[in-house]
């Protein structure tokens, strides 16, 4: 890329920054944010810090074992072909960095219209009600999202097997589903981290990934779920069409959400390198 097009990526993505991090919330927002607060302060701090630590060892050993699935090999063989039509000297992921980024552009769109696609249906399944439906809801949706988010890493040219970009991409996920209020520290955070990592195999910083502030989603899940139960009464010939409706909106939704910002996230990354 030429300095003059680097120079408009950058400001394109810092229009983004200014736009996206910068929405103001509304009344109803704010008021369930403290609300969520102060019923989350009233499980205790062993208790919360007990909680986030098994979301980060479930979300760590969900994410190994997508990436040992076959599914995955598949994924990466098909990106490599995919973008041999752009470079036939292409043969590995890192490979993958010698390609400008409108082209990687192109190829992560082509892979992130399947991941919407598929959390859409998902979405309108669990809308579908019943226990088993909506018990399974939380983590089909956080396999989509690390799915979506090791894809978009390799994409860009970044292993998503070495450890040091598993957990990037579970401070990624971390960032994009955040509330709106604390998204733009965490993402300046998580740039700041990887602008002063070194190109290692291994890991060198906090563990602890999940805070306090991301019980705010796993509230919201909680309530999608429920709501989603109480529209499976309202059927259109035997089938809960509203529910599904639902359901699938706000997967997909919060779908476009991760990949938005993933995307972004490893843009950035290759213009700063």
Known sequence: MTERRIEQRWQEIKDWEETYFTAESSDFTKSYHKWTELLINQLGEKRKQKWLAKVDDCLFHLQAWSQHSRSHEENRRRMIQYARIFDANIATISDLRQLSLEQLDYLAEQLMAKQRLLAFGQGGLTGMGGIFLLSLDLPAMAFIQLRSL???????????????????????????????????????????????QADDVFYQGEDAIFQQKWFDQLLAQVAKSFMIAMLRKKTVQGVPLVGMAVGAGLNYRFTQQVIEVGQRFYQMRRLLQ
């Open 150 to 196: 090791q894809q978009l890493a390799e994409v860009y040219g970044y292993d998503s097997r070495k450890p040091v970009e598993m957990v990037y991409i579970l401070k990624l996920l971390y960032v994009a589903t955040l509330p709106k209020s604390y998204q733009k520290a965490e993402w300046d955070k998580l740039l700041a981290e990887v602008g002063q």
